[in-house]
């Protein structure tokens, strides 16, 4: 795994929690998983494909969630609202938007889906080729958890590769 296709999320996401939630962020317990990703709680999973490839998972508790949806409408908000599924949705938006920005400016060419919400809490499956950085930030809302797996894509790879002479 590439850290140079890495940083830029968790650099965009330590920006982006920080100013949503009004308040400093610490990042904890960074570790590679290869055995795919079990939810937290209310996740929203982006997918990247193109020059790059892969998928960014923002996930917090379902208490998290709320008290995150609460901060950003400016008022109190029941866990069972669509707004709380929303606001992870719009988080993630936010994150991915600040990372693409830096990947963009760098030279990379990719396209970016739109936010899945998963609520169920079955793993997103990791492949052979896929392993993932996991992480969590303590925000002043409570943890949040991302999950990011993120490659060159093998179209990419070929291009770099040496070309054998003989």
Request: glycine letters at 6%; charged letters at 25%.
């Amino acid at each position: 795994m590439k850290m140079q296709l890495i940083q830029p999320f968790i650099s965009a996401a330590d920006s982006v929690l920080a100013h949503a939630l009004d308040g400093p962020t610490r990042i904890g317990d960074l570790t590679m998983e290869e055995d795919g990703y079990r939810q937290k709680g209310v996740a929203a999973v982006i997918s990247i494909n193109g020059e790059i490839e892969g998928r960014v998972i923002l996930d917090m508790d379902s208490a998290a969630a709320v008290r995150v949806a609460s901060a950003l409408a400016g008022c109190e908000v029941d866990a069972s609202e669509q707004v709380v599924r929303e606001t992870v949705c719009e988080l993630a938006n936010m994150v991915i938007g600040n990372a693409v920005t830096l990947l963009n400016d760098r030279g990379y060419q990719f396209k970016v889906h739109p936010p899945e919400i998963r609520s169920n809490k079955e793993n997103v499956r990791s492949t052979a080729e896929t392993e993932a950085m996991a992480m969590y930030f303590d925000t002043p809302a409570g943890r949040i958890f991302v999950n990011i797996a993120m490659r060159y894509s093998a179209q990419r790879r070929s291009d770099k590769a040496p070309a054998l002479t003989n």
